[in-house]
């Protein structure tokens, strides 16, 4: 029953008063934005110069269990969701996406990009990786469908404990990426340029993407010249 009426609230959550034009937006968005953050993960793993904190856990588990790229990413964030619960945190219908999607992306992403190829390729494939996991992010969030798992246990870590989010975010991502080196993940330059350029990256992608709603434009009018943003249009770390 308890799990019944957690599938009822987040079907109640994904109701929506936009336009029929808009919600198809929305959808679309989210659905583009999961694969591409899947081609994204792919293009720096296929770079094989270092990989992003979560992917190199992904990496080390898979080394050590020799389970596969994308269903040590599906089962990682159904983990991470688990986290939620003492959080308090709410599930969305983009949450439930991101969790159950972007692994079985990432799997078909890399199958159709080859191992082992040259060094500049490699590079291409590193920075325009980085790139394409940006506006990824700004799609799936600026669709307002629900956090990703691991925003999520970020934003709700912040929420619980009143601790800065650079913090609680570097704590995070330090935690995993040690844990992932240990066991045997992947970390280099690729890793470095990850931290240095993604944050930016999504500062740009995330406004860009995001989705006008009706719902902002009448939050807008309700409190006169006041620029209030939709909290639903603030950015969010990938």
Request: aromatic share 8%; with cysteine.
């Amino acid at each position: 029953m308890p799990r019944v009426s957690r599938l009822r609230s987040i079907a109640a959550r994904t109701r929506t008063s936009d336009p029929a034009p808009v919600f198809a937006r929305r959808l679309v968005q989210l659905v583009v934005g999961l694969f591409l953050y899947g081609l994204g993960i792919a293009m720096i793993v296929r770079g094989e110069l270092g990989v992003a904190p979560w992917d190199v856990l992904t990496q080390g588990i898979a080394k050590q269990t020799g389970l596969g790229f994308g269903l040590i990413t599906v089962l990682t964030s159904g983990v991470v969701l688990l986290l939620w619960i003492p959080l308090r945190q709410r599930l969305g219908f983009g949450t439930v996406m991101n969790a159950l999607l972007v692994g079985p992306f990432a799997d078909l992403s890399l199958w159709l990009i080859p191992a082992g190829l040259d060094l500049w390729a490699r590079i291409l494939l590193l920075f325009g990786g980085i790139v394409v996991l940006a506006v990824a992010t700004g799609l799936y969030i600026g669709a307002h469908f629900g956090p990703g798992p691991r925003d999520g246990l970020m934003t709700g870590l912040h929420r619980r404990t009143g601790w800065r989010i650079w913090i609680v975010r570097t704590g995070i991502e330090l935690a995993v990426l040690g844990t992932g080196f240990l066991l045997g993940g992947n970390v280099g330059v690729g890793t470095l340029a990850f931290a240095l350029l993604i944050g930016p990256l999504c500062g740009w992608a995330i406004p860009l993407f995001a989705v006008k709603r009706p719902a902002d434009g009448a939050a807008q009018r309700s409190v006169g010249s006041r620029d209030v943003p939709h909290p639903a249009t603030e950015p969010t770390p990938a």
